[in-house]
Protein backbone atom coordinates (compact mmCIF):
# COMPACT_ATOMS: atom_id res chain seq x y z
CA UNK A 1 0.00 0.00 0.00
CA UNK A 2 1.01 3.56 -0.23
CA UNK A 3 1.13 6.35 -3.17
CA UNK A 4 3.30 5.18 -6.05
CA UNK A 5 5.59 7.75 -8.23
CA UNK A 6 8.31 7.89 -10.68
CA UNK A 7 11.53 9.67 -10.61
CA UNK A 8 15.05 9.45 -11.25
CA UNK A 9 13.87 6.87 -14.08
CA UNK A 10 12.76 4.57 -10.49
CA UNK A 11 9.21 4.12 -8.92
CA UNK A 12 8.90 4.50 -5.34
CA UNK A 13 5.84 4.20 -2.79
CA UNK A 14 5.18 6.84 -0.12
CA UNK A 15 3.75 5.56 3.25
CA UNK A 16 2.40 7.61 6.06
CA UNK A 17 1.78 5.36 8.87
CA UNK A 18 2.21 6.66 12.39
CA UNK A 19 5.92 5.88 12.25
CA UNK A 20 6.86 7.92 9.71
CA UNK A 21 4.55 10.67 11.31
CA UNK A 22 7.08 10.17 14.26
CA UNK A 23 10.51 9.79 12.56
CA UNK A 24 9.38 13.06 10.31
CA UNK A 25 8.40 14.68 13.45
CA UNK A 26 11.77 13.55 15.54
CA UNK A 27 13.97 15.03 12.48
CA UNK A 28 12.27 18.25 11.92
CA UNK A 29 12.73 18.44 15.66
CA UNK A 30 8.71 19.85 15.88
CA UNK A 31 5.21 18.41 15.74
CA UNK A 32 3.98 18.40 12.18
CA UNK A 33 0.71 20.76 13.79
CA UNK A 34 3.94 23.74 13.54
CA UNK A 35 5.21 22.44 10.36
CA UNK A 36 6.24 26.14 9.01
CA UNK A 37 7.49 28.11 6.06
CA UNK A 38 10.31 25.18 5.75
CA UNK A 39 10.89 23.91 2.27
CA UNK A 40 13.36 21.82 4.41
CA UNK A 41 10.55 19.97 6.44
CA UNK A 42 8.56 19.54 3.36
CA UNK A 43 12.45 17.43 2.01
CA UNK A 44 12.54 15.73 5.73
CA UNK A 45 8.74 14.34 5.38
CA UNK A 46 8.88 13.20 2.06
CA UNK A 47 12.18 11.30 3.11
CA UNK A 48 9.89 9.65 6.24
CA UNK A 49 7.54 8.46 3.86
CA UNK A 50 9.79 6.90 1.61
CA UNK A 51 11.07 5.15 4.12
CA UNK A 52 8.66 2.21 4.80
CA UNK A 53 9.18 1.08 1.35
CA UNK A 54 12.95 2.43 0.60
CA UNK A 55 14.34 1.81 3.81
CA UNK A 56 18.38 2.64 2.50
CA UNK A 57 17.26 5.69 0.91
CA UNK A 58 19.08 8.88 1.99
CA UNK A 59 18.21 12.37 2.01
CA UNK A 60 20.71 13.27 -1.03
CA UNK A 61 18.55 11.27 -3.21
CA UNK A 62 15.33 12.84 -1.75
CA UNK A 63 16.66 16.06 -2.72
CA UNK A 64 17.38 14.98 -6.11
CA UNK A 65 13.83 13.86 -6.85
CA UNK A 66 12.46 17.35 -5.05
CA UNK A 67 14.79 18.80 -7.61
CA UNK A 68 13.71 16.64 -10.73
CA UNK A 69 9.91 16.75 -9.76
CA UNK A 70 9.39 20.35 -8.03
CA UNK A 71 7.44 21.46 -5.29
CA UNK A 72 4.19 21.48 -6.66
CA UNK A 73 4.28 17.91 -7.47
CA UNK A 74 6.09 17.17 -4.34
CA UNK A 75 3.12 19.07 -2.46
CA UNK A 76 0.66 17.04 -4.72
CA UNK A 77 2.00 13.22 -4.25
CA UNK A 78 2.71 14.19 -0.34
CA UNK A 79 -1.31 15.42 -0.17
CA UNK A 80 -2.21 12.49 -1.88
CA UNK A 81 -0.30 9.86 0.99
CA UNK A 82 -1.33 11.95 3.50
CA UNK A 83 -4.85 11.58 2.85
CA UNK A 84 -4.80 7.92 2.53
CA UNK A 85 -1.98 7.25 5.56
CA UNK A 86 -4.14 5.36 8.19
CA UNK A 87 -3.73 7.95 11.31
CA UNK A 88 -4.82 10.71 8.82
CA UNK A 89 -7.37 8.60 6.86
CA UNK A 90 -10.71 10.42 8.63
CA UNK A 91 -8.98 13.74 7.91
CA UNK A 92 -9.59 16.33 4.91
CA UNK A 93 -6.30 17.46 3.30
CA UNK A 94 -6.08 19.00 -0.12
CA UNK A 95 -3.13 17.99 -2.85
CA UNK A 96 -0.60 20.36 -2.37
CA UNK A 97 -1.95 21.47 1.01
CA UNK A 98 1.29 21.19 2.99
CA UNK A 99 3.19 23.12 1.03
CA UNK A 100 0.55 25.71 0.44
CA UNK A 101 0.35 25.92 4.32
CA UNK A 102 3.75 26.19 4.78
CA UNK A 103 4.61 28.64 1.51
CA UNK A 104 1.38 30.71 3.45
CA UNK A 105 3.49 30.28 6.86
CA UNK A 106 6.44 32.05 5.06
CA UNK A 107 4.66 34.71 3.40
CA UNK A 108 3.08 36.01 6.91
CA UNK A 109 6.66 35.69 8.12
CA UNK A 110 8.07 37.23 5.56
CA UNK A 111 4.91 39.91 5.85
CA UNK A 112 5.63 40.46 9.66
CA UNK A 113 9.60 40.77 9.57
CA UNK A 114 8.87 43.54 6.33
CA UNK A 115 6.73 45.51 8.60
CA UNK A 116 8.88 45.58 11.79
CA UNK A 117 12.03 46.81 9.46
CA UNK A 118 9.20 49.52 8.71
CA UNK A 119 8.56 49.84 12.19
CA UNK A 120 12.17 50.27 12.83
CA UNK A 121 12.94 52.65 10.05
CA UNK A 122 10.50 54.82 11.28
CA UNK A 123 11.44 54.89 14.62
CA UNK A 124 15.37 55.66 13.57
CA UNK A 125 14.10 58.52 11.02
CA UNK A 126 12.29 59.81 14.11
CA UNK A 127 15.42 59.76 16.43
CA UNK A 128 17.54 61.35 13.61
CA UNK A 129 14.54 63.70 13.64
CA UNK A 130 15.13 64.40 17.49
CA UNK A 131 18.67 64.60 17.59
CA UNK A 132 18.12 67.19 14.41
CA UNK A 133 15.91 69.47 16.44
CA UNK A 134 18.51 68.93 19.54
CA UNK A 135 21.37 70.21 17.46
CA UNK A 136 19.70 72.97 16.09
CA UNK A 137 17.86 74.03 19.87
CA UNK A 138 21.29 73.47 21.69
CA UNK A 139 23.01 76.15 18.71
CA UNK A 140 20.14 78.62 18.96
CA UNK A 141 20.72 78.61 22.90
CA UNK A 142 24.34 78.72 22.44
CA UNK A 143 24.14 81.84 19.61
CA UNK A 144 21.98 83.74 22.50
CA UNK A 145 24.36 83.35 25.30
Given at each position: ????????????????????????????????????????????????????????????????IVDE????KIAD?????????????????????????????????????????????????????????????????????
Amino acid sequence: TGTKFSALECEYTLYFDNRAFRVAEKTMGHSLGTMQDSIGDVTLLLHAGLLRHQPQIKLEKVDEIVDELGYEKIADILGEAMAASPPLRKRTLTKGGILAEALAADARRVKAQKEESLRIEDLRKKLVEEETLRAEILEELQSQT
